[in-house]
């Protein structure tokens, strides 16, 4: 049986990740923080062991590691991607000094391979699609944490022997995604027959739907690609907010008109944000297959389904608070 680590597990696309290799067949072992929410994971309790080790803490994730020598450790532990997560020092100690930590585990216990989830925002903003081998050109301290984590993975691969890939994702959405993000917003707002507050309609992202995404970190943690090889995990087609309204409305039924600029823009919202997946297409041989329409259908369907995460994630759009645990 393959035993898999899974970081980050109490977030969006770990928590579907985890229960993807549930029904893979592996033995699932969860790290979580101490304080983390784990509604996300509370279902899968019985299914996967979970395991409250702090990445900053070396010697304790050293010993976790050796105790359940995994095959392979998917990394998706990070700190600074939501806008609300604004500690500097927070962002470079996790997402740097916790990630040193959880290699040198790994290379310590001969794990076979270490996905870790990069992010396009490395790039910095671009006017065209960005390829792994550009310069990056990151404008956040969340970006250049990234882009250093990116780095630190390649070069174990080519010092320490230690077989790592860095999946660099676009704007991944769906179920199980943080309530307060623009995909939910609309889904819990679309199911009351409204629309949430919009930002400038020519904002654009690459959309990719969670199940594509898990897809890639099952392909990328296979004997394909080279050891500190970088991927693009997107689409290759990005949607203005605009276009993401109007296939909203066609998709959920949508008859409420949009209201733009009655939310403030932000400092990193651009109008050229695509990826190019052609080496994940040419050497995992990955690439997105759900359609943004799809996509949006199956996650209202999803909300529809559970009326108690659908009161969570209401909950927390009226009130503006995280979601937590009930």
């Not at 203005?240 to 009655?262: C, D, I, N």
Request: with cysteine.
């Amino acid at each position: 049986m393959t035993v898999s680590l899974v970081t980050g597990a109490s977030g969006f696309v770990g928590a579907n990740l985890a229960r993807r290799l549930l029904e893979e067949g592996d033995r699932v072992h969860l790290l979580l923080r101490a304080d983390a929410a784990t509604w996300r994971v509370d279902d899968v309790r019985a299914d996967a062991e979970r395991h409250a080790v702090d990445l900053l803490d070396g010697p304790a994730v050293a010993r976790l590691v050796a105790r359940l020598r995994p095959d392979r450790i998917f990394h998706l532990a990070a700190h600074g991607a939501y806008s609300w997560q604004r500690d500097h020092h927070a962002i470079v100690s996790t997402n740097v000094l916790g990630l040193v930590n959880l290699l040198e585990a790994a290379v310590a216990s001969g794990v076979e391979a270490v996905v870790s989830a990069g992010s396009s925002s490395e790039y910095g903003l671009k006017d065209h699609p960005a390829l792994e081998d550009e310069l990056p050109e990151p404008n956040s301290h969340y970006a250049v944490s990234k882009a250093a984590a990116t780095l630190l993975c390649g070069f174990y691969a080519r010092e320490r022997g230690l077989r790592t890939v860095t999946l660099r994702l676009y704007s991944v959405y769906g179920p199980l995604e943080e309530p307060r993000r623009l995909v939910p917003a609309i889904v819990v707002h679309a199911l009351r027959g409204a629309l949430p507050p919009l930002a400038d309609p020519s904002t654009a992202r690459d959309y990719v739907y969670v199940e594509d995404a898990v897809e890639a970190f099952l392909a990328a943690a296979g004997p394909a690609g080279a050891p500190g090889a970088v991927y693009n995990v997107g689409t290759g087609r990005q949607s203005t907010l605009a276009e993401m309204v109007a296939a909203a409305r066609r998709a959920l039924g949508v008859t409420a008109e949009p209201v733009w600029g009655s939310m403030p823009g932000r400092d990193w919202d651009t109008g050229v944000w695509v990826a190019d997946p052609g080496r994940a297409a040419r050497e995992l041989g990955w690439r997105a297959r759900v359609e943004l329409e799809d996509g949006l259908l199956r996650t209202s369907r999803w909300l529809q389904e559970r009326p108690r995460l659908r009161a969570l994630y209401e909950e927390a759009l009226l009130s503006g608070r995280r979601a937590t645990a009930r």
